[in-house]
């Protein structure tokens, strides 16, 4: 559910860290304790019969995010322009169910 939030362009305080280098998975192997440089999401979409966009968004060292529309790096508002012509609304947050969302209503259900 991370991936594909973040990848759609949800904000980072929606997902399951503070900060974006929260994110990337910690590789014990290499060097204990010591995160990946980089890390990314790609989504390819068949958008007609012989069409597909990709979108992929990465996590940068410096801990900033990085958007790309078919391989061609582009500004925060260009990506989510790109996904709203494809009735993608991140930031309205009605597509995706949160697991916040989910474990806070089946407690206060628990509750009541």
Same mark, same amino acid.
């Given at each position: 559910?991370?991936?594909?939030?973040?990848?759609?362009?949800?904000?980072?305080?929606? +997902?399951?860290? *503070?900060?974006?280098?929260?994110?990337?998975?910690?590789?014990?192997?290499?060097?204990?304790?010591?995160?990946?440089?980089?890390?990314?999401?790609?989504?390819?979409?068949?958008?007609?019969?012989?069409?597909?966009?990709?979108?992929?968004?990465?996590? +940068?060292?410096?801990?900033?995010?990085?958007?790309?529309?078919?391989?061609?790096?582009?500004?925060?508002?260009?990506?989510? *322009?790109?996904?709203?012509? +494809?009735?993608? +609304?991140?930031?309205?947050?009605?597509?995706?169910?949160?697991?916040?969302?989910?474990?806070?209503?089946?407690? *206060?259900?628990?509750?009541?």
């Amino acid at each position: 559910m991370d991936a594909i939030s973040f990848v759609l362009g949800v904000d980072t305080k929606a +997902l399951r860290g *503070a900060n974006l280098l929260d994110l990337v998975h910690k590789n014990a192997v290499a060097t204990p304790g010591k995160r990946s440089v980089r890390a990314f999401v790609e989504v390819v979409m068949n958008v007609g019969p012989d069409k597909q966009v990709v979108f992929r968004r990465s996590i +940068l060292s410096n801990n900033t995010s990085e958007y790309r529309f078919n391989n061609e790096v582009v500004t925060v508002a260009e990506y989510e *322009a790109e996904l709203q012509k +494809l009735n993608i +609304l991140a930031r309205a947050r009605n597509c995706l169910v949160f697991q916040v969302s989910f474990t806070s209503n089946s407690i *206060a259900t628990f509750y009541n």
